[in-house]
């Protein structure tokens, strides 16, 4: 969590707002239906639709990359330090690949390395957040002491030592090893959050009407949190991006791997801006900074969702 | 007072399990130090001999004895703030290391986290004002596509334009060669003029975490009853963003600045790297990279004492600004 | 604040110069007058330097090499020796070593060297063994002197250990005897008998200036030489290297022409010679790496040419398999040896020696007696990015013989105790390069090395056992005259070459970048008298070689 910008704490929904229950409501119309409407809720939001659109392309990229790729990302076939021409659209590297296609097929390791570590850190957050945000006393004390003990424990020198003792170094290490770091900061805020909706009417008047704990914290308080839940993966698959393209960068990740982290990895190893070959460096960084944009503005989009005040004037 | 009494047992416990598992932690790692000393030489297109690994175990006096042992010794030299000398750094001390790094680390990054927090906060309030407006959309897109570069990345392409292409700034270091530390005005403004494409970096990365934080922040405190009630009162519309929305808009950023605070070591390893800059954060790859337990030791205390001081003073905080939290 | 702007505004102007004219910025102003200013890529500063001075420390700044002399250096490349501190030495039996001590040489607080001070040098490392880096009390069992001769008595016939015994820096006793730990001391006011002294010492940058009372001063050029810190990030370093701020620096370039000559062709010059050589370590421990004819078919597989261009650029060549690192060391190649021990890739000739191992082509696959394909898991420090680049090559051209091959790319530390423990299958490190060819042969296939698995060998961890090569070894370790030496050696190369102990790849390069800006006379490959590395006696041999232009 230490290498990557701070986490936005995400919006505080007012919970007075006539929010709509979340998806366990037994009123609620299909979860299908449920996303139908969200998505075209996040369609209305202007910089959600850039988001989706970006993302879209990514995903599509990253599907479509034997397709797309006009030669093997990882075939040594070609002159070294080419710069940028017909053959190899973004020149080569020293070794002689095609930068073209490693930046057409990293795009599937660094969208896997977000959504998966993003997903998976999100879904240990949530559960430590909340149960300790709802249950003051002993448990809270315990949860909040390990989540503080991964709050403190530096993030990066962590990764480090994880990605230097787990000996089998692969695309999935990183996605571990970044979703075990990066979750402490969404269960602080998830907690910090539950703690005050604990207290609040529609809560308290549960808990008089004698709803079980799982009952309350999952039927009350999380549809309450959508958003922070949901800008909880999106913080957690951004600094999942970031950290991945930072322990390539480093060579702790696999060098074996073609990702967009370690093209930039091997660029700095070739020194690729001395060579003259500066896409090797800019396209890269480009491409791993607009998919980390794209997570951010579908979560504007998603705030809006659940949050009207949020949302855009049309 | 209750509350602040099981901050502080808490606060006590947190400490001792991180400096427990920083015990650990670097005691997992498979190859010993004399290893990685070893790898120093091999890289360097030395051949190592047998005899060269026997003298550098001499050298190094790595630490013999069962883990129970290691970790009593480990505690008393917390506790006497002794933590030997380094295998990376042999003729000096390991405070003395550190206590070299340290002030590189505070200022170039303490400054700018919280240079970053400041404008970001103020950009973000008032783009939560303007909720809808040019301002608004111009400030958090903008902030957000800045927010996306990798800072490593951001720092390796400002680093190659200003310092190598156009020589406008240094290549390396955080003061010129032959310069010697000091409080004297010439050194300070090398030391500044060193430190200026480091600080963009950093500061440009992390404003927009500050001003979207706000801006949504502020947005949702603009709804609340007593923000409304407040406007029907006859309060002008600046008096109320500035004095009762945005203080209670504050609240979740300063959560959040207590913990980038403490994390401000932590984050200074690539940004440090690509400068070269002669901080912590480059210290900290150094160690872990040649196992050197007690400086890793040592860095990871500094770290957590740091992080825990920081979270412990945001609760303390946070009782204050939102009573609620005080009734638990 | 004024001053503060004053500064920037200068510095601004300075840059706008250094724009103008690249090589004439980086120079450091010349204080030195006469001779001018050397200046020299230093050491890593990892983030800040730490001052020391102790010759035997191992984190000594490279400065030390200047300011402390031992007896001789035996050249990198050839292994032929120049003299310092000793004017001559002579093998009177194959167990004793005299060395003729150089007269008139006074260190540099003005006291006299005397044959004493070799004496106490050695008797030194032997009360404080973490100085003993080369362990030359495992060797020699006594050292003592007698008018200008000092005698060394080795405890077995070891006639080219002499060349660890002649690179020990020599310190004074006058003031290292009452030193409380030499060990440990960081010797911050070193006294040498070197052409140089320390002058200051900053955490990025420390210099030194000319001894004047250097016994061979006049072949000393520079007055002053500066070293300035490196960066701890490689690519930095590069960007440093390429701007033009040193007359000597050590830096792998890619396409080194554009990104270094090019940028001042009048002055910038590199060689890469070659330094040492990268080979395929298997484990003979494990089968079917001991099977002698798995491990020739192996070596015939390889296309070496390509690899080398994959892993350095094509700036080097194949390796000879004879273990010789040419052309260096042709002096010592057995003529008899095929195409100088160059193997070529002979697809059918590897299919040959595979069979012969029991191993032969089933639908694209090395299939064994077993009925199981043969695998190969290639170990090596992720970081070394020209070994990644090699193996990587292996593993394509392995696959084209039906071996199923994947590499493993740890740290360092964990790469190292892996193969010392000899739980690796197949690893790529490093062969030779000291310029001699016992201590490269002795170091990668002595039998006294081959330590069970799992107990640690830093050296021939493939575990090479060969009675025919442990004899060879014990001749050429007696033998003083060179028809002796010459047959032995030849025996080695031999055994390298048909046995195949390590399936040797490419030469490894010393990187060397000059600038003729200041000085001239730099090693080259038409003038080859030490290879450009300036972290280690190279230092020495080359500031009493250059000239000021």
Redesign the interface.
Known sequence: MSIVTPVPPPTLPGAEVEIPRGPAGPRLPGPLLFLGRALRTLWSNGKARIGLVILAIDVLVAILAPLLAPHSPTA?SFT??QSPNATNWFGTT???QDVFSQMIYGARISLLVGIVAGAVATFVAVTIGLIAGYRPGIIDEVLSFITNLALVIPGLPLMFILA?YL?S?SVWTIVLVVAFTSWATGARVIRSQASTLRTREFVTSAQFSGERLFRVVFREILPNMTSLVAGSFFAAATAAVMAEASLEFL??G???TVSWGTILY?A????A????QWLMVFAPGLAIALLALSFTLVNFGVDALSNPRLREKS | MRYVGRKAALFVITLWGAITLNFLLPRL?????V??A??K?????V??????????E??LGVPHGSLVSQYGQYLNSIVHLNFGSSY?????TVAQTIG??AP?TLALIGVTTIVAFIIGTLLGVYAGWRRGKTADTTVTLGATFFAAFPPFWLGLLL??VF??K???FP???????????GLS??F???A??HSIIPAVTLAVTTLSGWVFGMRNNMINTLGEDYVTFAEANGLRTRTVALLYAARNALLPNVTAFGLSLGAVVGGSVLV????????LG??L??AV?N?DFPLMQALFLVITVSMLVAIFIVDLIYVRLDPRVRQA | MR??FD??MT??SL?AV??VGMAACGT?PNTGGGGGTLTIQGDA????L???F?PF???QLHGTFLIYEPLQIPSPVDGSYTSFLATGSKFTDPKTLVYTIRQGVKWSDGKDFTPADVVFTFNLLKKN???????VW?QITGVSASGNDVTINFSAANVPFALSIAQTPIVPQHLWSSMADP????NTHPVGTGPFMLD?F????Y?LKKNSSYWQADKVAPSEV?F??Q??????N???V??GKFDWSYNF???VK??FVNRDPAHNQYWFPP??TIGLYLNLTKAPYSDVNFRKGLSMSLNRTTIAT?AV?GYLDQASMSGLILPNLKKWLDPSLPNQGLVAQDPSGAQAAFAQAGYTMQGGKLVGRNGKQATMTIVM?????DW??AA??VV?EVAAVGIAAT???????????GI?AGTFDAAIG?????GDPYTDFS?ALSST?AAPVNT????NFERFKDPAVDQALTTLASATDSSAQTQATYALEQEMYNKVPIVLMYY?G?WGLFSTAHFTGWPSASNPYTLP?N?NNSLLTVVTHITKK
């Open positions: 040594t070294p330090y020293g070794n002689g230097a000996t170094r060579g702790l696999d060098p074996n091997y700095q190893q070739q020194n801006l001395l060579t003259g | 790692m498979p190859g010993s130090p290893d990685a070893l790898g030489l091999a890289s360097s297109g051949v190592i001999t047998n005899a060269q690994r026997q003298a550098v001499i050298q990376s750094f042999p003729s000096e070299k790094a590189w680093l190659f310092a190598f156009y020589s406008v290549i390396k270091g955080g003061y010129s060669p032959g310069a010697t530390p005005p010439s300070l403004a090398d500044v003029y440090e790297g690509v400068f070269s800059y002669p901080g480059n210290l790859y150094i990279s196992h | 001053r503060a500064f920037r510095t601004l840059a250094c724009l450091s500063g990892n983030p800040t730490v001052e020391n102790n420390a191992g984190s063994a973490a100085l003993d880096t080369k362990g495992q060990a440990k001391d960081p200051s900053a955490p990025t940058q210099s500066l300035p810190a960066a701890s990030n490689q690519s930095t590069q960007l440093d390429v701007s370039l890619p396409d554009t990104t330094g040492g994959k650029n420090p992720g970081n070394f990015s990644v680049a990587k090559e394509q590499l493993d790319l740890p740290q360092y530390a964990q790469y190292s105790q010392q490093g062969y030779g390069g000291s170091l090395f640690p060998s830093a050296n490894g010393s590395t972290y």
